[in-house]
Protein backbone atom coordinates (compact mmCIF):
# COMPACT_ATOMS: atom_id res chain seq x y z
CA UNK A 1 0.00 0.00 0.00
CA UNK A 2 2.99 1.87 1.17
CA UNK A 3 4.53 1.40 -2.81
CA UNK A 4 1.22 2.47 -4.20
CA UNK A 5 1.15 5.63 -2.41
CA UNK A 6 4.48 6.77 -3.40
CA UNK A 7 4.11 6.00 -6.92
CA UNK A 8 0.56 7.83 -7.16
CA UNK A 9 2.90 10.59 -5.35
CA UNK A 10 5.35 10.18 -7.67
CA UNK A 11 2.76 11.06 -10.66
CA UNK A 12 1.26 13.52 -9.15
CA UNK A 13 4.73 15.53 -8.87
CA UNK A 14 5.40 14.84 -12.89
CA UNK A 15 2.03 16.20 -13.57
CA UNK A 16 2.57 18.91 -11.48
CA UNK A 17 6.27 19.70 -13.08
CA UNK A 18 4.46 19.00 -16.27
CA UNK A 19 1.72 21.61 -16.02
CA UNK A 20 4.63 24.37 -14.74
CA UNK A 21 6.65 24.02 -17.49
CA UNK A 22 3.32 24.10 -20.01
CA UNK A 23 2.15 27.41 -18.33
CA UNK A 24 5.72 28.67 -18.88
CA UNK A 25 5.52 28.32 -22.85
CA UNK A 26 2.44 30.49 -23.72
CA UNK A 27 -0.49 29.14 -26.30
CA UNK A 28 1.40 32.27 -28.70
CA UNK A 29 2.50 31.33 -31.69
CA UNK A 30 4.88 32.17 -34.23
CA UNK A 31 4.32 30.82 -37.92
CA UNK A 32 6.14 31.26 -41.18
CA UNK A 33 3.37 31.45 -43.78
CA UNK A 34 5.95 32.05 -47.28
CA UNK A 35 9.84 30.91 -47.32
CA UNK A 36 11.78 30.75 -50.18
CA UNK A 37 14.46 27.78 -50.73
CA UNK A 38 17.25 29.44 -49.02
CA UNK A 39 15.46 29.65 -45.57
CA UNK A 40 14.98 26.44 -44.23
CA UNK A 41 12.61 26.11 -41.03
CA UNK A 42 12.36 23.08 -39.68
CA UNK A 43 9.38 21.24 -38.83
CA UNK A 44 8.66 20.88 -34.90
CA UNK A 45 7.61 22.23 -31.67
CA UNK A 46 10.87 24.19 -30.61
CA UNK A 47 9.18 27.11 -28.35
CA UNK A 48 10.97 30.22 -29.65
CA UNK A 49 11.48 33.06 -27.01
CA UNK A 50 9.92 35.91 -27.61
CA UNK A 51 12.72 38.27 -27.14
CA UNK A 52 14.36 36.55 -29.65
CA UNK A 53 12.13 36.73 -32.69
CA UNK A 54 14.19 40.09 -34.21
CA UNK A 55 16.97 37.91 -34.51
CA UNK A 56 15.00 34.70 -36.05
CA UNK A 57 14.25 37.64 -38.79
CA UNK A 58 17.74 38.84 -38.79
CA UNK A 59 19.63 35.57 -39.28
CA UNK A 60 16.90 34.92 -41.96
CA UNK A 61 18.00 37.58 -43.64
CA UNK A 62 21.90 36.69 -43.39
CA UNK A 63 22.62 39.69 -40.72
CA UNK A 64 24.60 38.57 -37.67
CA UNK A 65 23.73 39.21 -33.98
CA UNK A 66 25.49 39.78 -31.46
CA UNK A 67 23.96 36.79 -29.26
CA UNK A 68 24.21 33.53 -30.35
CA UNK A 69 21.08 31.79 -31.19
CA UNK A 70 20.40 28.34 -30.40
CA UNK A 71 17.21 27.74 -31.34
CA UNK A 72 17.04 24.86 -33.47
CA UNK A 73 14.12 25.86 -35.79
CA UNK A 74 16.19 27.92 -37.87
CA UNK A 75 18.72 26.16 -40.22
CA UNK A 76 21.48 27.49 -41.98
CA UNK A 77 20.27 27.40 -45.29
CA UNK A 78 22.23 28.75 -48.42
CA UNK A 79 24.79 31.52 -47.60
CA UNK A 80 25.10 33.25 -50.59
CA UNK A 81 21.50 33.39 -51.66
CA UNK A 82 19.66 35.22 -48.88
CA UNK A 83 15.94 36.88 -49.12
CA UNK A 84 15.05 40.55 -50.43
CA UNK A 85 12.26 40.95 -47.97
CA UNK A 86 10.93 40.03 -44.79
CA UNK A 87 7.28 40.45 -43.56
CA UNK A 88 6.46 40.47 -40.35
CA UNK A 89 2.77 40.38 -39.09
CA UNK A 90 2.04 41.04 -35.27
CA UNK A 91 -1.38 40.23 -34.52
CA UNK A 92 -2.34 41.10 -31.02
CA UNK A 93 -5.99 39.35 -29.48
CA UNK A 94 -5.52 35.95 -30.41
CA UNK A 95 -3.08 33.24 -29.55
CA UNK A 96 -3.27 31.07 -32.41
CA UNK A 97 -4.75 31.43 -36.11
CA UNK A 98 -6.07 28.89 -37.87
CA UNK A 99 -3.53 29.12 -40.71
CA UNK A 100 -3.08 26.71 -43.77
CA UNK A 101 -1.01 23.52 -42.93
CA UNK A 102 1.49 24.34 -45.50
CA UNK A 103 3.29 27.04 -43.53
CA UNK A 104 5.49 26.02 -40.21
CA UNK A 105 4.85 27.16 -36.46
CA UNK A 106 6.44 27.33 -33.29
CA UNK A 107 4.51 27.83 -29.96
CA UNK A 108 5.82 31.43 -28.37
CA UNK A 109 7.96 31.47 -24.93
CA UNK A 110 7.51 34.95 -22.87
CA UNK A 111 5.49 36.89 -25.27
CA UNK A 112 7.21 40.25 -24.74
CA UNK A 113 6.89 43.51 -26.79
CA UNK A 114 9.25 43.30 -29.30
CA UNK A 115 10.41 45.41 -31.96
CA UNK A 116 12.69 44.97 -35.62
CA UNK A 117 14.46 48.31 -35.18
CA UNK A 118 17.56 46.57 -34.80
CA UNK A 119 17.39 44.80 -38.34
CA UNK A 120 16.11 48.30 -39.91
CA UNK A 121 18.97 49.98 -38.41
CA UNK A 122 21.65 47.29 -39.96
CA UNK A 123 19.96 47.30 -43.19
CA UNK A 124 19.80 51.56 -43.41
CA UNK A 125 23.64 51.21 -42.42
CA UNK A 126 24.92 48.45 -44.97
CA UNK A 127 22.50 49.74 -47.64
CA UNK A 128 22.51 53.28 -47.38
CA UNK A 129 23.35 54.00 -50.89
CA UNK A 130 21.20 51.89 -52.12
CA UNK A 131 17.25 51.91 -52.22
CA UNK A 132 15.95 49.70 -49.61
CA UNK A 133 11.82 49.98 -47.95
CA UNK A 134 11.47 49.62 -44.72
CA UNK A 135 7.94 50.05 -43.43
CA UNK A 136 7.25 49.69 -39.50
CA UNK A 137 3.42 50.45 -39.05
CA UNK A 138 0.89 50.27 -36.46
CA UNK A 139 -2.44 51.74 -37.75
CA UNK A 140 -4.78 51.56 -34.93
CA UNK A 141 -1.93 53.45 -33.01
CA UNK A 142 -0.70 55.54 -36.01
CA UNK A 143 2.73 54.74 -35.60
CA UNK A 144 4.70 54.84 -38.75
CA UNK A 145 8.55 54.71 -39.27
CA UNK A 146 9.56 54.54 -43.26
CA UNK A 147 13.59 54.65 -44.16
CA UNK A 148 14.33 54.20 -47.88
CA UNK A 149 12.76 54.40 -51.21
CA UNK A 150 9.40 53.79 -48.38
CA UNK A 151 8.40 57.35 -48.10
CA UNK A 152 7.81 57.74 -51.94
CA UNK A 153 6.51 54.29 -52.85
CA UNK A 154 4.09 54.62 -49.96
CA UNK A 155 3.41 57.90 -49.47
CA UNK A 156 -0.44 57.66 -50.13
CA UNK A 157 -0.87 55.21 -47.86
CA UNK A 158 -3.71 55.72 -45.04
CA UNK A 159 -1.14 55.70 -41.86
CA UNK A 160 -4.05 57.98 -39.49
CA UNK A 161 -7.42 56.83 -38.12
CA UNK A 162 -8.97 59.35 -39.85
CA UNK A 163 -7.51 58.62 -43.31
CA UNK A 164 -8.13 54.57 -42.45
CA UNK A 165 -11.76 55.39 -42.21
CA UNK A 166 -11.88 58.12 -45.58
CA UNK A 167 -10.18 55.33 -47.29
CA UNK A 168 -12.91 52.39 -46.42
CA UNK A 169 -15.61 54.25 -48.18
CA UNK A 170 -13.56 54.97 -51.32
CA UNK A 171 -14.40 53.52 -54.38
CA UNK A 172 -11.55 50.56 -54.44
CA UNK A 173 -12.00 49.54 -51.15
CA UNK A 174 -12.13 45.92 -49.93
CA UNK A 175 -15.70 46.78 -48.50
CA UNK A 176 -17.15 45.84 -52.03
CA UNK A 177 -15.37 42.36 -52.14
CA UNK A 178 -14.95 41.26 -48.66
CA UNK A 179 -17.70 38.85 -47.03
CA UNK A 180 -18.27 40.93 -43.87
CA UNK A 181 -20.93 38.31 -42.41
CA UNK A 182 -21.43 39.30 -38.55
CA UNK A 183 -19.55 42.67 -38.89
CA UNK A 184 -21.08 45.93 -39.67
CA UNK A 185 -20.08 48.88 -41.65
CA UNK A 186 -21.78 51.09 -39.12
CA UNK A 187 -19.96 50.04 -35.77
CA UNK A 188 -16.42 51.60 -34.94
CA UNK A 189 -14.55 48.75 -33.68
CA UNK A 190 -15.74 46.58 -36.96
CA UNK A 191 -14.81 49.80 -38.84
CA UNK A 192 -11.16 49.76 -37.25
CA UNK A 193 -10.34 45.94 -37.84
CA UNK A 194 -11.42 46.25 -41.68
CA UNK A 195 -9.13 49.58 -41.84
CA UNK A 196 -5.84 47.12 -41.11
CA UNK A 197 -6.97 45.02 -43.51
CA UNK A 198 -7.35 47.82 -45.78
CA UNK A 199 -3.59 48.59 -45.14
CA UNK A 200 -2.31 45.19 -46.35
CA UNK A 201 -4.22 45.33 -49.36
CA UNK A 202 -3.08 49.00 -50.08
CA UNK A 203 0.85 48.11 -49.22
CA UNK A 204 0.81 45.24 -51.66
CA UNK A 205 -1.28 47.07 -54.07
CA UNK A 206 1.24 50.46 -53.84
CA UNK A 207 4.12 48.18 -54.04
CA UNK A 208 3.10 46.23 -57.46
CA UNK A 209 3.21 50.09 -59.25
CA UNK A 210 7.24 49.75 -58.12
CA UNK A 211 8.07 46.48 -59.08
CA UNK A 212 11.88 47.80 -59.79
CA UNK A 213 12.50 47.69 -55.78
CA UNK A 214 11.75 44.22 -55.36
CA UNK A 215 14.26 43.23 -57.77
CA UNK A 216 16.91 45.02 -56.50
CA UNK A 217 20.20 44.02 -54.24
CA UNK A 218 19.17 45.65 -51.02
CA UNK A 219 16.76 43.80 -48.28
CA UNK A 220 13.61 45.08 -47.54
CA UNK A 221 11.72 45.05 -44.06
CA UNK A 222 7.94 44.93 -43.61
CA UNK A 223 6.72 44.91 -39.94
CA UNK A 224 3.17 45.30 -39.02
CA UNK A 225 0.96 45.22 -36.03
CA UNK A 226 -2.49 44.57 -35.79
CA UNK A 227 -4.71 45.21 -32.78
CA UNK A 228 -8.32 44.77 -34.50
CA UNK A 229 -8.82 41.60 -33.56
CA UNK A 230 -8.14 42.54 -30.01
CA UNK A 231 -10.96 45.41 -30.17
CA UNK A 232 -13.49 42.81 -31.55
CA UNK A 233 -12.85 40.44 -28.53
CA UNK A 234 -13.60 43.00 -26.28
CA UNK A 235 -16.49 44.19 -28.10
CA UNK A 236 -18.41 41.22 -28.56
CA UNK A 237 -16.30 38.60 -26.57
CA UNK A 238 -14.28 35.94 -28.12
CA UNK A 239 -16.82 33.60 -28.08
CA UNK A 240 -19.24 35.31 -30.50
CA UNK A 241 -20.10 35.24 -33.76
CA UNK A 242 -18.59 38.52 -35.00
CA UNK A 243 -15.50 37.57 -33.68
CA UNK A 244 -15.10 34.21 -35.30
CA UNK A 245 -15.80 35.91 -38.47
CA UNK A 246 -13.19 38.70 -38.04
CA UNK A 247 -10.98 35.47 -37.48
CA UNK A 248 -11.57 33.67 -40.29
CA UNK A 249 -11.77 36.83 -42.67
CA UNK A 250 -8.18 38.32 -41.04
CA UNK A 251 -6.59 34.51 -41.86
CA UNK A 252 -7.65 34.89 -45.77
CA UNK A 253 -6.62 38.18 -45.72
CA UNK A 254 -3.23 37.35 -43.92
CA UNK A 255 -2.94 34.41 -46.59
CA UNK A 256 -3.69 36.33 -49.65
CA UNK A 257 -1.17 39.12 -48.40
CA UNK A 258 1.31 36.73 -48.07
CA UNK A 259 0.92 35.40 -51.44
CA UNK A 260 1.12 38.81 -53.08
CA UNK A 261 4.16 39.87 -51.65
CA UNK A 262 6.00 36.60 -52.08
CA UNK A 263 5.30 36.99 -55.70
CA UNK A 264 6.01 40.11 -55.69
CA UNK A 265 9.76 39.37 -54.82
CA UNK A 266 9.68 36.41 -57.30
CA UNK A 267 9.51 34.18 -54.29
CA UNK A 268 12.25 35.47 -52.61
CA UNK A 269 11.11 36.86 -49.64
CA UNK A 270 10.09 35.34 -46.06
CA UNK A 271 6.20 36.28 -44.47
CA UNK A 272 6.18 35.54 -41.05
CA UNK A 273 3.24 36.33 -38.47
CA UNK A 274 3.04 36.51 -34.68
CA UNK A 275 -0.05 35.54 -32.88
CA UNK A 276 -0.59 36.96 -29.01
CA UNK A 277 -3.12 37.13 -27.12
CA UNK A 278 -1.40 39.65 -24.63
CA UNK A 279 2.39 40.88 -24.64
CA UNK A 280 3.82 40.33 -20.67
CA UNK A 281 5.39 43.08 -19.19
CA UNK A 282 8.72 43.09 -19.61
CA UNK A 283 11.50 43.30 -17.00
CA UNK A 284 12.08 47.09 -17.22
CA UNK A 285 15.24 46.96 -14.62
CA UNK A 286 17.38 43.76 -14.31
CA UNK A 287 19.99 43.53 -11.66
CA UNK A 288 23.42 41.12 -10.85
CA UNK A 289 23.81 39.88 -7.56
CA UNK A 290 27.23 38.32 -6.28
CA UNK A 291 25.63 35.00 -6.28
CA UNK A 292 25.62 35.15 -9.97
CA UNK A 293 28.72 36.61 -10.53
CA UNK A 294 30.52 33.43 -8.93
CA UNK A 295 28.40 31.15 -10.73
CA UNK A 296 29.23 32.82 -14.06
CA UNK A 297 32.77 32.59 -12.83
CA UNK A 298 32.63 29.09 -12.17
CA UNK A 299 31.46 27.76 -15.45
CA UNK A 300 34.06 29.90 -17.21
CA UNK A 301 37.28 29.48 -14.48
CA UNK A 302 39.71 30.36 -17.50
CA UNK A 303 37.92 33.74 -19.05
CA UNK A 304 37.88 32.83 -22.11
CA UNK A 305 36.08 35.08 -25.09
CA UNK A 306 33.47 34.60 -26.35
CA UNK A 307 33.77 32.51 -29.29
CA UNK A 308 31.90 34.22 -31.88
CA UNK A 309 32.66 37.68 -33.10
CA UNK A 310 30.15 39.99 -34.89
CA UNK A 311 31.80 39.90 -37.96
CA UNK A 312 32.88 36.58 -38.25
CA UNK A 313 31.32 36.38 -41.52
CA UNK A 314 32.62 39.17 -43.28
CA UNK A 315 35.92 37.96 -41.91
CA UNK A 316 35.45 34.52 -42.92
CA UNK A 317 34.59 35.17 -46.42
CA UNK A 318 37.37 37.93 -47.06
CA UNK A 319 39.79 34.94 -45.43
CA UNK A 320 38.34 32.13 -47.46
CA UNK A 321 38.47 33.82 -50.85
CA UNK A 322 41.85 35.86 -50.39
CA UNK A 323 43.25 32.22 -49.74
CA UNK A 324 41.79 30.61 -52.80
CA UNK A 325 42.62 33.66 -55.38
CA UNK A 326 46.05 33.78 -53.72
CA UNK A 327 46.11 29.52 -54.23
CA UNK A 328 45.02 29.99 -57.82
CA UNK A 329 47.68 32.63 -58.33
CA UNK A 330 50.56 30.25 -56.99
CA UNK A 331 49.36 27.37 -59.18
CA UNK A 332 48.77 29.37 -62.40
CA UNK A 333 52.58 31.11 -62.19
CA UNK A 334 54.09 27.45 -61.05
CA UNK A 335 52.64 26.28 -64.46
CA UNK A 336 54.20 29.20 -66.32
CA UNK A 337 57.75 28.60 -64.51
CA UNK A 338 57.66 24.77 -65.15
CA UNK A 339 56.96 24.95 -69.46
CA UNK A 340 58.88 27.90 -69.95
CA UNK A 341 61.58 28.02 -72.01
CA UNK A 342 65.07 29.76 -70.96
CA UNK A 343 66.15 30.54 -74.39
CA UNK A 344 63.22 32.45 -75.31
CA UNK A 345 61.28 33.37 -72.31
CA UNK A 346 63.51 34.75 -70.10
CA UNK A 347 65.24 38.07 -70.26
CA UNK A 348 68.44 36.85 -68.27
CA UNK A 349 69.36 34.77 -70.79
CA UNK A 350 69.03 36.17 -74.10
CA UNK A 351 71.05 39.43 -72.81
CA UNK A 352 73.57 37.22 -71.56
CA UNK A 353 73.74 35.44 -75.08
CA UNK A 354 74.56 38.30 -76.87
CA UNK A 355 77.05 39.38 -74.76
CA UNK A 356 78.73 36.09 -75.05
CA UNK A 357 78.83 36.70 -79.02
CA UNK A 358 80.11 40.19 -79.05
CA UNK A 359 82.89 39.03 -77.25
Excluded at 128 to 136: D, G, R
Excluded at 164 to 173: A, T
Amino acid sequence: MGCRGGVLWSLEVAVLVTSACLASVSGDEFSVLRSPQSVVFRDGSWPIPGERIPDVAALSMGFSVEEDLSWPGLAVGDLFHRPRATVLVTVKGVDKLALPVKGVSYPIENAVPFSLDSVANAIHTLFSEETPVVLQLAPSEERVYMVGKANSVFEDLSVTLRQLRNRLFQDNSILGSLPLNSLSRNNEVDLLFLSELQVLHDIASLLSRHKHLAKDHSPDLYSLELSGLEEVGKRYGEDSQQFKDASQILVDSLQKFADEMFNLYSGNAVVEVVAVKAFNSPNIRKTRSILQSSQSESDNPYNLAYPYNYNYSVIFNIILWMMIGLALAVIVISYNLWNMDPGYDSIIYRMTNQKIRMD
